[in-house]
């Protein structure tokens, strides 16, 4: 991936397994990266926990009950599908059935998933640390869940 993300458009995402820097996309889901931008500037991700990581799958975060039954006091998103694929890194929006009840959890892919290609939103890619997404410890939900520590925007 050739593409450059200014500080504007990162997240940087501080682990309990390391740092992670996400390239943010506006240009394939504007309303999820604003709402991203603004919990994350907002300290609504620091402490959750990575509440449900699939090996081969991906790793889900964003709920502040630590269980994937919640979401931010803001209202849910109407969905942004786009063309962008499913792959290794890419950061897309968890939801309910209804396509458009995105909130805060997110996921990241720890591999292709074509079967999610055009149902979810994707909004970012990680660009530095997927080493340390690939540490997060695995479950369903997760006995001991890894968590992000902090999220923001910025390089």
Known sequence: MNQQFDAENTLLLK?????V???LRPDLAPNHVQRLKELANEGFYDGIVFHRVIEGFMAQ?????????GGSDKP???AEFNDEKHVRGT????RAASPDSANSQFFIC??????LN???????QV????????????GEPVANPDKIISMRVGA
């Open 76 to 78: 849910d998103l109407a």
């Open 15 to 19: 682990t309990s397994k390391g740092d």
């Open 61 to 69: 975060a964003g709920c502040p009950h630590g269980v994937g039954t």
């Open 127 to 138: 660009i530095e640390g997927m080493e340390n997404i690939d540490k997060l410890e695995r």
């Open 118 to 124: 055009r149902q979810y939103t994707v909004w970012g």
């Open 110 to 115: 720890f591999d292709d998933a074509p079967f």
């Open 91 to 94: 950061c897309s929006m968890a």
């Open 21 to 23: 820097k996400i390239g």
